[in-house]
């Protein structure tokens, strides 16, 4: 175990301000919680803070007050700045931050107010003269004076310590604005500045929302360059607005109003919910919760029953609604069909509308009732005798979609609209002809199974099998023992010769036997399109091969170990070294490759994509890589891509490489449009790609300017000498230099040791931690990973963890200067650091010198890093301040409910006035 100092202080800080805010939330009284933890030498490590410039500040008070006020001590243990702040920073720069009542200005070293309190966050000053503060709801650089010299986005914030003492760069968060990504132009929009939200175009037109505080902000619309089509302040809503044509609607508190694109007001109406339509039509909710349909220009058309339009869903160029008592279709010339149904059903159907209700009949038969069929004019397929003549039939719809996954012109090939099984088992089968009629004849025996296109299989009544199209009539006449349901132009028959001997056959979709040779009907594995797919040899000698059914030939030659169907012209493939893609001649279009483990999966455009993660325990998802070939060239257009790339449009894949960020690539592998960091969120709708992203860090200048983008996703912390930092981006660790340059781009995972032109990483091949130079030679290897305790590198020493788990220190060179004797260190600070020996000592904590010797005893009860040759210690039930020989200069102690200073014998120096515990109370005793 190891002394992180930062975090300690952070945590004991963080604990004393819960302490404090219960405290804040009653009346004053004789035992306040934040002077209970100042009090108590145990819990008061984060009642005083270390010196910086010859200061420290202090927490101190007295049980009268409702909180401790902070004042600063000097070396000698002298209060040298009344404390008179709620909250204090060190001094950096001759200035101090502080917070007086709930604002933060700035005091010099004789603490004089240098800037007046105005500032609801403020840093230290940089070694050029400036300081971060928030102001307004802004961040903003100000100088020594506290005039404001640059002010920041509204996107950035302050969540990190800004200017840190002896860096010139302070880490600042930036909310990244979304992007919205074209693929038909391979082009990023342009945006203005602040602009936190984008959405899908509507009306040739991008919302956007741009701030105007750091949460919140008025909502526009961008045209496809960037630029303000409508702006903003024209129509004054904070929430997204929805633009139909040229009329806005816009939401206030609580209703929709419409405007023009000038803002100007259409309609002095007010509605609860508004939904666009195709033709520029509105579906709105008025005050009364009455649904009606509005024209282009505002006017009412008709009323819509609410209890047959809930769930809304776009088929074609109709808008559909149902609810619990029917469904109302909406025509792009506003024609209204009102249909009235029972828990309607819907359903898509080659360019057809299914609309069914639930059977009230009962019995083991009872199935959805067909309503009614329309098509994409809304003309209804099926008169009312037929549908009175259904209600005798179980009724199962072919080939039907849900709508919300198929498009109203989608065809199949060849069935009848349904199966009709008659609820007297007594009557023959019959179909719902393409013309929405009953078809049926008494030859029939059964239907079906189904394929997936026609003809559809039916047997007779003496047994023999045929197949019937669209209206029910005989395709291929019933001559066969068996046919299997068709997916393509051929499928399988068996055929009885005039010796009673069964065979199989080929047909195709017109009973016509195609006569391929025995030997390839004998070994055939299955068929795909027009393709056969055929075996030679046995076992492990076996190997596939394709004959084509319509040219009756061999296709490809029986050499793959394995062999699938065609799709597009191209094939998977196997042989001894892996899969690869062949094209229709069986020539590689993607060779196999034994490094590749994945199997290439048809994506798309002749693309193909490969997982080097899809056998089962090959690899775990987060480790998972894919990559994208192209069958064209038989190349690899990405690899090393750490998600499963999604289409964008007709010819470009959203890709998430492994180095890190984002980008748009063609299906020729170029790279369209990139960013540097991933997306929190993707939403694709044809060909654009809009794309989220949460805050990240990036660096400023002492001006203000970004000296690094905000492409990372933790703070920067550059160490000194190198001024290097460790970058958290995408979950990857990346060393960058003050420029933001990689100066090891093979190092991932290194940190830079402070004080030393060193840097360590992990090996997780071999479980070592390895120390290397600024160049990347290899200086030395320590078994067990972190082992080098980076965060507590400091006056050209580290501590370092040994084999036997205890901690001793090494040099720049990786030289033993300390045995590991200890078991826990902190970082050397003016030629002391912390140490715990337990097997000697047990808990207590002292401070050894260079040499590993105790130059302070373990006496402590917990201790600081020595800073200006002063650490606050905790002793014999005192804070004390020591120097770096352990004497005491001085001690805060707790006398008559008050926190006071105290010399070394325990006389008191500050408040000047010696305390008196005759009129109060004392809290914990006094000393």
Not at 758 to 771: F, P, Q
């Amino acid at each position: 175990m190891i002394y992180s100092e930062t975090l300690k202080h952070v945590m004991n800080f963080s604990a004393l301000t819960l302490v404090l805010a219960a405290a804040f939330s009653t009346p004053a009284h004789a035992d306040e919680a934040w002077l209970r933890a100042c009090a108590n030498a145990k819990t008061a490590d984060g009642c005083q803070q270390p010196f910086q410039q010859g200061l420290a500040p202090v927490l101190m008070g007295s049980s009268r007050d409702e909180q401790g006020l902070w004042g600063y001590i000097d070396t000698s243990g002298n209060m040298a700045i009344e404390p008179t702040y709620r909250e204090a920073r060190g001094f950096v720069n001759d200035l101090a931050a502080v917070k007086k009542d709930d604002l933060f200005g700035y005091i010099d070293v004789k603490g004089n107010l240098a800037i007046a309190p105005r500032f609801t966050r403020a840093t230290d000053f940089n070694t050029q003269g400036t300081a971060l503060v928030v102001t307004d709801n802004r961040l903003a650089l100000i100088d020594r004076k506290g005039a404001v010299i640059k002010t920041l986005p509204f996107a950035a914030s302050l969540d990190s310590e800004g200017f840190k003492q002896g860096q010139s760069l302070a880490s600042v968060q930036m909310q990244i604005s979304p992007a919205l990504w074209n693929a038909s132009t391979g082009r990023s929009l342009a945006l203005p500045d602040d602009v936190m939200n984008l959405d899908e175009p509507q009306s040739g037109l991008i919302p956007a929302q741009v701030r105007d505080t750091g949460q919140s902000g008025y909502w526009g619309y961008l045209d496809d360059n960037g630029g303000w089509a409508i702006d903003p302040v024209k129509l004054k809503t904070r929430n997204e607005p929805v633009l139909n044509g040229d009329v806005v609607a816009v939401k206030g508190k609580s209703s929709w109003t419409f405007v023009d694109k000038s803002g100007v007001s259409l309609s002095k109406e007010q509605y609860k919910s508004v939904k666009p339509l195709s033709s520029g039509s509105w579906l709105v909710v008025d005050a009364n919760n009455t649904q009606q349909l509005l024209s282009n220009k505002l006017e009412k058309i008709q009323d819509i029953p609410a209890d047959q339009a809930d769930v809304f869903h776009v088929w074609g160029n109709w808008l559909v609604g149902k609810g619990a008592k029917g469904i109302v279709m909406i025509g792009p010339d506003n024609r209204v069909i009102d249909v009235k149904a029972t828990r309607p059903q819907w359903l898509s159907q080659n360019g057809h509308l299914w609309i069914l209700q639930a059977d009230s009949r009962a019995g083991e038969d009872k199935s959805a009732q067909l309503v009614q069929i329309y098509d994409a004019n809304g003309v209804g397929l099926v008169t009312p005798s037929t549908l009175t003549a259904l209600n005798e039939y179980k009724v199962q719809p072919l080939d039907t979609r849900s709508l919300e996954d198929a498009p109203a012109n989608s065809q199949s090939a060849g069935l009848p609209m349904a199966l009709l099984t008659p609820i007297d088992k007594q009557k023959t089968p019959s179909v719902l002809t393409a013309q929405g009629e009953i078809f049926t004849s008494p030859q029939w025996a059964t239907i079906g199974p189904v394929g997936l296109r026609g003809p559809l299989v039916v047997k007779t009544e003496n047994g023999t099998v045929g197949a019937i199209g669209p209206n029910g009539q005989w395709v291929i006449q019933p001559k066969f023992k068996q046919i299997t349901p068709f997916d393509g132009a051929y499928t399988w028959a068996s055929i009885v010769d005039d010796k009673n001997v069964e065979s199989r056959k080929v047909i195709d979709s017109q009973g016509n036997v195609i006569d391929i040779p025995t030997r390839v009907i004998q070994t055939a594995q299955g068929i795909s399109g027009t393709d056969l797919l055929y075996t030679q040899g046995d076992d492990s000698a076996r190997r596939w091969g394709m004959w084509d059914i319509t040219a009756n030939s061999a296709k490809i030659a029986a050499q793959f170990t394995q062999l699938e169907s065609f799709h597009d012209g191209f094939a998977l493939a196997k042989v001894d070294s892996g899969w690869g893609v062949i094209d229709a001649k069986g020539q590689w279009a993607i060779a196999p490759d034994a490094a590749r483990s994945g199997k290439p999966q048809p994506v798309g455009d002749s693309i193909f994509l490969v997982s080097d993660g899809d056998q089962p325990g090959e690899h775990s998802d987060s480790n998972r890589r894919y990559s994208l070939y192209s069958a064209v060239t038989g190349l690899a257009l990405a690899t090393d891509l750490v998600s499963n790339p999604q289409k964008v449009g007709d010819s470009h894949w959203l890709i998430q490489p492994s180095k890190g960020g984002v980008g748009l690539m063609d299906d020729d592998g170029r790279s369209v449009v990139s960013k540097e960091i991933v997306p929190e969120s993707v939403h694709v709708a044809g060909n654009w790609a809009l794309l989220h992203f949460g805050p990240h860090f990036g660096a400023i200048d002492s001006q203000g300017d970004w000296q690094i983008a905000p492409i990372y996703s933790a703070a920067l912390n550059f160490i000194a000498p190198q001024n290097w930092a460790s970058a958290l981006s995408d979950k990857r660790i990346t060393l960058i230099d003050a420029n933001g340059v990689e100066p090891l781009q093979d190092k991932e995972g290194a940190q830079p040791l402070a004080s030393m032109d060193r840097i360590a990483m992990n090996d997780d091949n071999t479980g070592e931690t390895v120390l290397y130079d600024t160049q990347g030679n290899e200086i030395q290897r320590y078994s067990g990973l972190n082992s080098i305790a980076v965060a507590l590198s400091s006056e050209g020493m580290v501590p370092l963890r040994g084999s036997n788990g205890l901690y001793g220190f090494i040099d720049s060179n990786g030289k033993p200067l300390i045995g590991a004797y200890f078991t826990q260190v902190g970082a050397m600070k003016d030629t002391r650091a912390k140490a715990v020996k337990q097997d000697t000592y047990g808990a207590q904590i002292g401070y050894i010198n260079g040499s590993g010797t105790f130059a302070l005893l373990p006496k402590f009860d917990w201790a600081t890093d020595f800073s200006e040759k002063r650490a606050w210690v905790a002793a014999k039930g005192s804070v004390q301040l020591i120097n770096t020989d352990g004497v005491v200069q001085a001690q805060l102690l707790l006398r008559c409910n008050q926190r006071v200073i105290a010399d070394a014998k325990g006389k008191q120096s500050w408040p000047a006035k010696t305390v008196s515990c005759a009129s109060s109370t004392q809290a914990g005793g006094a000393q």
